[in-house]
C-alpha cells in the first residue's frame, strides 16, 4: 500500500489550497481515510475523515474553512483548505485503515493509532 500526498505549497493568509493524496494497493471495500497535521515542535492533530461510506468529520476547529473529500475512481483522496491562516502552516499526512471504525472512534488519538499505512506528508506554510 502506498499514499503519497502533493498539492502543498507557500500561499499568503486568506487563500487556499487543494492537498492530493493518490492512493495504491489499498483494496479494502470497508475502510477509514484521514488526513492528520503536524506543525514543528508539535505532536501530530486530527483533521478529517471520510469513511467508506463517504460519512465524514472535519476537527471542530477546522470546520468551514476545510473539506475532505474522495474520488474512488481515481483512488484519491482529497483536503481542500480556504481561508488559511499561519497556525495551518504544517506538514499534512494521509493516512488509511482497514477498518470503518476507525473513523467513528470518537478520537483523534485512537483514529491516528488505528491508521495503518500513512504517506510521507506534503508541506504547507503559510505567510502574512
Known amino acids: 500500500v502506498h499514499l503519497v500526498e502533493s498539492g502543498g505549497g507557500s500561499v499568503q493568509a486568506g487563500g487556499s489550497l487543494r492537498l492530493s493524496c493518490a492512493i495504491s494497493?489499498?483494496?479494502?471495500?470497508?475502510?477509514?481515510l484521514s488526513w492528520f497535521r503536524q506543525a514543528g515542535g508539535k505532536e501530530r492533530e486530527g483533521v478529517a475523515t471520510?469513511?467508506?461510506?463517504?460519512?465524514?468529520n472535519v476537527a471542530d476547529s477546522l470546520k468551514g474553512r476545510f473539506t475532505i473529500s474522495k474520488d474512488n475512481a481515481e483512488d484519491t483522496l482529497y483536503l481542500q483548505l480556504n481561508s488559511l491562516q499561519v497556525e495551518d502552516t504544517a506538514t499534512y499526512f494521509c493516512?488509511?485503515?482497514?477498518?470503518?471504525?476507525?473513523?467513528?472512534?470518537?478520537?483523534?488519538?485512537?483514529?491516528?493509532?488505528?491508521?495503518?499505512?500513512w504517506g510521507k506528508g506534503t508541506l504547507v506554510t503559510i505567510s502574512l
Open positions: 494497493g489499498f483494496t479494502e471495500k470497508s475502510y477509514c
Open positions: 471520510i469513511d467508506s461510506d463517504g460519512i465524514k
Open positions: 493516512a488509511a485503515s482497514p477498518f470503518k471504525y476507525d473513523c467513528h472512534t470518537g478520537s483523534w488519538s485512537r483514529a491516528e493509532y488505528g491508521m495503518e499505512y
